[in-house]
């Protein structure tokens, strides 16, 4: 059952990824989106799970949360890192391609975890598993969607950008098959969805929507953004 519905999983990623690379000419507009899909899939997906799955405080305030800033701060940090070594190297001022297979690195990471959080489920029982399924596979989408966008985001290469594609929609499905093998602490998987929300975050805020306006400040724009944090609460929505 978990392997059936991470090839659901498998084929949806793809799909969000062959949109993506469909609409390249309207490029302002894509990434308008994309920033929507990640500010929804963090602030109605991933920081309310994260906190349902990681309650204990630290000092005050929930491990989840702290976790959530860490992995901004962690974003933020591998980001400037990435800039000054190109910028020592005398390139010239632009996008860093790292930064973009980096960040579809995490992504493919992302969705690895996404594909063990659903075999876990399924250990659980066979409700967990359908609603932490149905939440994996209608969120695929973005996912794909987003993997395209941020490695030709940052100049790599289209072949790079579908072999990133097709990496992050394979994970999934692996990440289920792992969980034959072991399982693993509810406490652990909330701290890892505050950070990877913490660092999605600060890809959307700080790289993904600045670009999206760069060169077309428009309304249309927004309105994608919108249409993106829309299209994700509907999903959440339609599966709680
Ligand atoms: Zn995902």
New binding site residues.
């Given amino acids: 059952m978990a392997v059936f519905v991470a090839l659901g999983a498998f084929l949806m990623t793809l799909f969000g990824g062959w949109v993506a690379q469909r609409v390249t000419d309207r490029r302002h507009l894509v990434l308008g989106l994309a920033g929507g899909l990640m500010l929804g899939v963090v602030g109605l997906e991933l920081l309310p799970e994260a906190l349902e799955a990681a309650g204990d405080e630290v000092f005050g305030v929930p491990q989840a949360l702290l976790l959530f800033v860490g992995g901004f701060l962690v974003a933020h940090l591998v980001e400037r890192l990435l800039a000054v070594r190109r910028a020592a190297h005398g390139a010239s001022e632009g996008r860093v391609p790292q930064v973009g297979l980096t960040a579809a690195g995490a992504m493919v990471g ?2 690895l975890m ?1 594909g063990i959080a659903i075999g876990a489920a399924f250990q659980v029982g066979e409700g967990m598993g359908t609603t932490v399924a149905l939440a ?1 596979v209608t ?2 989408f973005a ?1 794909g969607f987003n993997t395209y966008t941020l490695t030709s985001l940052y100049g790599n290469a289209r072949r790079k950008a579908l072999a990133m594609l097709f990496a992050d929609a394979v994970a999934p499905v692996a990440g289920a098959a792992s969980t034959v093998l072991f399982t693993l602490p509810g406490e652990f998987l909330g701290s890892y969805l505050g950070f990877f929300g913490g660092a999605l975050l600060y890809l959307a805020a700080a790289e993904i929507l600045p670009e999206a306006h760069h060169e077309h400040p428009a309304r249309s724009t927004l309105l994608c953004t919108v249409a993106g944090v829309a299209f994700i609460w509907l999903m959440v929505g339609l599966v709680s």
């Fill in positions: 992302h969705s996404d994996v969120h695929d996912d």
